[in-house]
């Protein structure tokens, strides 16, 4: 019996250090972490970690380092994060308005808050794999709120998969906060970040069309109707809830295929079942079409309200239309939703236009 422990412990030695060794290798070879950390909070709402500096590693560019206030919203690099917000603007969203692989200065928030008031500050309460129900939860829930006195508010709706998020996850339980133990590990493992990145990708892989919304094929025109009304309801909650502004304005990201019905063909490698997804890439005209149809409808329920709506889709398609040379894969990236570099600037100018204008 004594052997046995024996045998167990020196077991159980050997797998730690190659642990160990894995896992420093791991943080020699990759500056940074693998992908923008998150976890569920106490609400059950995605976020990013709290009072974090982080340097976060991208497969196809330099490394960007991202960091959070008290809240867990992002703030630029030289930002107090103890400082509560009193002026500058407030972006509220996903991944897309987060900056998903860009430079703080390079968001459009970022860009449009020098443009239109000078060194204000700008914080982005945003997550990857949150949607509007989860966020309208996450703004009413966060005390942090009533001390904020932004000129700007900005709401961003991403059509692109909220639409998709809150379907899905009605099928599912939410609300469940993270562990200690995962929001320890997801934060300061290697290993263990690789592991839940492997998962999330293992789960993508079992959907037929990735990139294409399941709402499209998934429900009949009034049920999409019913959950573009769910929708039109959290992002109502949602600004209620939300610091009183100036100037409020509502982002509407687009699915890509709604810019350029091709971009859709880029989810191809990501599909498991090639004949289905040349079936429905095939008809991607009509589910761009259809995809326009709910935002114009999403649209036309805020046409009493006080905030400004914007079409990121009309606005990618009238830079296209003025500017030939740019492509679709220039607004977008080359292997996800997510808006370039390119994207960010000409939604900076539009909102910085609009702005301006009105204050004339």
Known sequence: MARAGKLILYVLGIVASVLLLVEVALRLITPGVPTIPFYYQENGVPGLYRNDDVLVSFPDRPAINYKTNRIGARIADSANPNAALKSGTLVIGDSQALGYGLAFED????????QLYGDSPVQLLASPSTDMELLSHGVCTEPMMKEMTPDLLVLVANLGN???????????????????????????SRIYMRLTIAQSRQALATHVLPGVNPVLYNLTPGERVTLADEMVARIKTALACAPDAPARILV?????FQVNPDELLKYRTFSSNPAVFDDWANRRTE????????????????????VTVFSFRQIAQDYKAKNQSVQSNDIFEPSSHHITKLGHDVLAAAITRSQKGASQ
Do not use: W
């Open 107 to 114: 968001t459009f928030a970022a860009q449009a808050t020098k």
């Open 162 to 188: 909220d639409l998709d998020e809150m379907y899905l996850g009605g099928r599912t339980q939410r609300g469940i906060a993270s562990t200690p133990v995962h929001k320890t590990l997801l934060r300061n």
């Open 252 to 256: 509407l990201m687009p699915s890509d």
């Open 287 to 306: 589910l761009a079409r259809m995809m326009d149809v709910l935002e114009r409808y999403i649209t036309a329920r805020f046409t009493s309200e006080a």
